[in-house]
């Protein structure tokens, strides 16, 4: 189970993140933490803990994943009457990633080769897997720190994966199964290998005994979190684990579309068409 750690001091916003994730400090260290009271809500944290457990599960570099608890009087004292709100609006439990000191974003053209081949396809399968929008040049959600070995990349920030729980009501089998277009502006598809050995080499570790494991941390407040004035999504949270474990069951199944959607948006190479032509 995913470790809880109080929630000590508001240290800074990250203002780069559309949501205002903050670095919060915690008696087990300092975590950059994302709000449920900000941008998607809660949604966007379900997603941070469910990409996230599949990353630890298919050994994945994750920084330390908790659940960060915020009092209801945390931060009472910020100025900032944005930071005000989100914080007021996230009494409870929040998702954080453990600060990674010396890091910094990743740059395809000045970090693309410390990135093993094989890394890379295994990052582009997760993110094909849980339709990742967020993992492209533009905003990578990648960073790189030095390590013992030499510098290491880090994955981080997934609360846009997963967009389908914006809209239980139109999923179905089939449109889990559905190809993923976006995975050909993935950052790391240049520099991927064999896609399809890294579909056989994850595919199998997604049992649905691991599966179950990965949505077990999920807490049971974040699955049924509704905005003021909106239904609970699930029934229970049992409910709402069995529906993502039939996603998950549905999008794993041979054949699987977005594998060979990834395949070949590798073998096409970049896509140059300006964002506005595309269809």
Known sequence: MLAVHPALRYVTPLREGGSLPAVVETEAGAYVVKFRGAGQGARALVAEVVVGRLAQTLGLPLP???LVDLAEAFGRSEPDPEIQDILRASTGLNVGLGFVEGAFPFDPLAAGDLVAPETAA????LDALTTNIDRTARNPNLLVAPGA???????ID????LYF???WASMSEDRARTPFPAIRDHVLLPFAGDIEAADARLAPLLTDAALGAVLDDVPDELLLHAPPGHPAPFASAGAGRRAYLDYFRARLAAPRAWVAEAVRAQAAGPDTTPLAYRR
């Open 64 to 66: 330390d994943l908790a």
């Open 122 to 125: 295994d990052v582009v399968w």
């Open 149 to 155: 070995g030499g510098p290491e990349l880090w994955l």
């Open 158 to 161: 997934h609360g846009a994966a």
């Open 165 to 167: 729980h914006h809209d």
